[in-house]
């Protein structure tokens, strides 16, 4: 059964930082595509960031110099640190294995940036 858990979200002012993980399960994790998205209340669900079994990676234009996706195959987690948040920041934000067939996904994390 696979399995994506996410981890590290909050309550964040403005400016400040938080790192998002995400630990998978049932997967050959060094062969996926691994992505965070978030969705906002009444918005569609945007990409943020990817990450390539290469480590290749891609940005949302909004996230470009504040946000970095990384990931650690030993431990089967992929992480986002996320800096410098601003409120528009806010979402629930949600692991992605991607490969060949079905993605999978997380439960997602609640980001909450606000003063």
């Known amino acids: 059964q696979v399995q994506l858990v996410e981890s590290g979200g909050g309550l964040v002012q403005p400016g400040g930082s938080l790192r998002l993980s995400c630990a998978a399960s049932g997967i050959t994790f060094s062969r996926y595509i691994l992505g965070w998205y978030r969705q906002s209340p009444g918005k569609q669900r945007e990409l943020v960031a990817t990450?390539?079994?290469?480590?290749?990676?891609n940005y949302a234009d909004s996230v470009q110099g504040r946000f970095t996706i990384s990931r650690d195959n030993a431990k089967n987690t992929v992480y986002l640190q996320m800096n410098t948040l601003k409120p528009e920041d806010t979402a629930v934000y949600y692991c992605n294995a991607a490969l060949l067939g079905p993605d999978y996904w997380g439960q997602g994390a609640q980001v909450t940036v606000s003063s």
């Open positions: 990450i390539t079994r290469f480590y290749g990676t």
